[in-house]
């Protein structure tokens, strides 16, 4: 920190130019590392929020708690805001940091190779680098997934994934079929059930959804945080605490009346808010709220009573040229069907080839399933940081604070490289299997395996994701025990 020359000698690439890689480039800089590039494959900024543009996107994670802490908003239009307003709020970041100066666009790695303490990087154009120290900010949800279902690819209408929308393709009085119901369909049916001609919803497994309101900021209310800062830090602090003392300990068994809570606003949502019985029944999951990743919602209830919306909860048994087939016989047909069916959520760096130290992959290192020591450090593979990495804290909070907790860990484990006590660190096996058998055992206390199938599961149904509280996470991310890692001269 006290010697930018020496710290600029370190050179930096930052994989993906999302909320996490803009993030890490405005630390490095803060940090005084001006010798970093962001690789980019697509020709903008933005991750998740350029890639998802689906109707009714918007992030259930309060606007001005899903911001940087160091960047608050004072014209967020809606409590959660619509997901091209969020975009629009990172490009700016982005611009006013002078981020897109430091990315390389069209620029997909596709290759890393640790040779004699440094990374050998390339990219999918031929391009080469050498780097001291690599930052993947590639996303967790990333790449989409798409059912196993029979006859996918003979649709005769247009077809698409939530994250790939096709916005050439009108929308108004079409059928429109959607498969799935996670967060994403929720969002669409709320946005589309009034436009479309039919809709049709086909669920899987009920969902749990919480009541969310989400009232427009009045030009007023803006007027005072832009006057008033501490106005947005206070709704800060409250979503944080809310989210922390409450939701991410109520999930992990920390906080037993929370989640009692959580179950029964739930209940009583589905309740009162749906008038058919059938369809009550039909919407009833039957597994604890919170097992899945909760839904918040405004307007599902709503949208899913609309006279044009339809649920239909027989299984799938095929897809035909002009729709979707049941197992009760019957063909629905539509213009356009929309897979919501999630995505693959173990791939984080791949598909980069990334070889380690003594020639090893991380596709041999994690030919079990993915796994990195306090999700940020991957034994055998030195000066690496994942961001969002292996079994990290999701779930209805905020990425952008666990990236900014990882990212000031991580940098911590830099000043030893920059301060010459090492030319290259990474976890020890032996603190990675501990600290993973302890992450396991946790895991059989929280509200993930209550008894509900979702994507915090992995192969063997055990959550891949950090079992405790948010605070625990922000303690054990404070300082690096140095005894975990491996440094190499
Ligand atoms: P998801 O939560 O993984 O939901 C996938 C849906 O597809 C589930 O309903 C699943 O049913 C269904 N499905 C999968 N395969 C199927 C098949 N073969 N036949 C029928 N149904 C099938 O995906 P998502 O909605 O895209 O959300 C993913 C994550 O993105 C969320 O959990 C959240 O973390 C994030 N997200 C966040 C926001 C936000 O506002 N912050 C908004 C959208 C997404 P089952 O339940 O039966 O498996």
Redesign the pocket.
């Known amino acids: 920190m006290n010697n930018p020359a020496q710290q600029s000698e370190l050179r930096f690439a930052i994989i993906g130019g999302g909320m996490a890689g803009i993030l890490s480039a405005i630390k490095l800089n803060n940090a005084g590392y001006s010798n970093y590039t962001i690789y980019e494959k697509a020709d903008s900024l933005g991750g998740t929020w350029r890639e ?1 543009t689906y109707p009714g ?5 309060p606007s001005h708690f899903y911001c940087y802490d160091f960047e608050p908003n004072p014209d967020w239009s809606y409590a ?1 805001s619509p997901g091209p307003e969020i975009l629009d709020y990172f490009n700016n970041v982005a611009k006013k940091y002078g981020v897109l100066e430091k990315t390389r666009f069209g620029s997909e790695v596709s290759k890393l190779e640790f040779i004699d303490n440094r990374w050998q990087l390339e990219t999918k154009d031929g391009a080469k680098d050498t780097i001291d120290i690599v930052i993947s900010a590639s996303g967790v ?1 990333h790449h989409p ?1 798409f ?3 029979d006859g996918l690819d003979t649709f005769a209408g247009t077809l698409f994934h ?2 790939e929308w096709d916005h050439s393709v009108p929308l108004a009085g079409k059928r429109i079929g959607i ?9 669409i049916v709320g946005a589309l059930a009034d436009k479309a001609g039919k809709l049709v919803q ?4 009920a ?1 749990w959804i919480m009541p969310r309101e989400n009232p427009a900021y009045t030009d007023a209310e803006k007027d005072n945080f832009r006057a008033n800062p501490d106005a947005m830090q206070a709704i800060r602090s409250e979503q944080a605490e809310m989210s922390e003392g409450g939701f991410s300990a109520a999930v992990v068994g920390e906080n037993p009346a929370a989640l009692a809570a959580i179950e029964a606003l739930t209940l009583s949502n589905l309740e009162d808010n749906v008038k058919d019985p059938i369809l009550r029944e039909k919407l009833r999951p039957d597994y604890t709220a919170a097992c ?2 909760l839904i ?1 919602s405004p307007n599902y209830y709503d949208a899913i009573q609309h006279p044009n919306a339809q649920l239909v909860t027989e299984d ?1 048994t095929a897809i035909e040229p002009t729709g979707v087939r049941t197992a009760d016989g019957e063909l629905h047909e539509f213009d356009i069907l929309v897979i ?4 693959k959520v173990d791939q984080f760096m791949r598909p980069i080839e990334v070889i380690g130290q003594n020639g090893i992959t991380l596709e041999q290192a994690w030919v079990d399933r993915p796994s990195a020591y306090l999700s940020v450090s991957v034994p055998g593979f030195p000066n690496l940081a994942l961001l969002n990495g292996p079994n990290g804290p ?1 779930g209805n909070f905020s990425l952008i604070d666990v990236a900014d907790i990882q990212l000031d860990y991580f940098l911590q484990l830099v000043e030893s490289v920059r301060d010459g006590q090492c030319a290259a660190f990474s976890a020890k096996a032996a603190a990675a299997e501990s600290a993973e058998t302890e992450r396991v055992e946790a895991t059989k206390n929280t509200v993930w395996v209550s008894g509900c ?3 915090y599961l992995d192969d063997r149904g055990v959550p891949a994701v950090w079992p405790w509280s948010m605070g625990k996470f922000r303690d054990v991310m404070t300082k690096p025990d140095m005894d975990d890692y491996d440094l190499a001269s």
């Open positions: 998802n996107i918007a992030c259930d994670v959660c949800l997934s059912p196993d279902i939530t994250a498969i799935g119901t996670g967060s994403s369909a929720i969002q086909f669920q899987r497994t969902q899945k990743r918040m799938i919501a069916t999630g995505f999701v199938k979702s994507w």
